[in-house]
Nanobody, 126 residues
Framework: VQLVESGGGLVQPGGSLTLSCEAS????????MGWFRQAPGKERQFVAG????????TYADSLQGRLTLSRDNAKSTMWLSMNSLKPEDTAVYYC????????????????????WGPGTQVTVSS
């Protein structure tokens, strides 16, 4: 599967942004999906994930309440809506896919994912 993120950009503190991840090349519904982010000089961290059957979602504890993850298998697309953005949310955001069909498993370990997008930059600044 090939992944491409979009929707990043410059946003003021307190603002909102919705990132998209479009997949191609494989059956999207067979993949558990995740969002990760990496700030300059920091490790890549898990942001949110959804199972292949869309039965389970999860968010990083530190980001709970500010994120909404959704996927549409018919459109082979996943979205991450973020609100109340803070300067510390500035990072490159990546979507990732792990082959795990018909399952409610969510993968938290970045090294277990099968495919990654190139990333989209989110900058939160006034």
């Amino acid at each position: 599967v090939q992944l491409v993120e979009s929707g990043g950009g410059l946003v003021q503190p307190g603002g909102s942004l919705t990132l998209s991840c479009e997949a191609s090349g494989d059956t999207f519904e067979d993949f558990a999906m995740g969002w990760f982010r990496q700030a300059p000089g920091k490790e890549r961290q898990f942001v949110a994930g959804v199972s292949s059957n869309s039965h389970k979602w999860t968010y990083a504890d530190s980001l709970q309440g500010r994120l909404t993850l959704s996927r549409d298998n018919a459109k082979s697309t996943m979205w991450l809506s973020m609100n109340s953005l803070k300067p510390e949310d500035t990072a490159v955001y990546y979507c990732a896919a792990k082959y795990f069909p018909v399952n409610d498993y969510i993968e938290f370990n970045q090294y277990q994912y099968d495919a990654w997008g190139p990333g989209t930059q989110v900058t939160v600044s006034s």
